[in-house]
């Protein structure tokens, strides 16, 4: 994450500061890496200016909550094609039981 805060601090233009660095690391140390470095990075391309720890918090949430939805339509899918294959099972099982 440091490499984000760096890129993303001369992106804007401002001077990296020590303290700042060390909160946004406090801050996001139980979100996955990849998570925040794709908040910083969706940050960048919406604004020239440093985000605040907010702004950041506001963009992990719309990513982890577009993950569990993506997830959530990956396991309906896949519970789908387990029910059809089960159905199709049923389906010959019974075929092969008629004279």
């Known amino acids: 994450m440091l490499n984000e805060l760096y890129v993303t601090a001369v992106n804007s233009k401002t001077e ?3 303290r700042l660095n ?3 690391l ?3 140390a139980d979100t996955p890496k990849e998570v925040v470095e794709w908040a910083f990075q969706e940050h960048r391309r919406n604004s020239p200016f440093f985000p605040a720890i907010s702004q950041i918090w506001e963009l992990v949430n719309c990513r982890q909550d577009r993950l569990r939805v993506e ?3 990956v396991r309906r899918k896949q519970q789908i094609a387990e029910w059809e294959a089960e159905a199709l ?3 010959n ?3 092969e ?3």
């Open 26 to 28: 406090r801050e996001f």
């Open 16 to 18: 990296v500061d020590d």
């Open 93 to 95: 099982e019974n075929a």
């Open 71 to 73: 997830a959530e339509q």
């Open 22 to 24: 060390q909160e946004f």
């Open 89 to 91: 099972r049923e389906k």
């Open 97 to 99: 039981m008629k004279p």
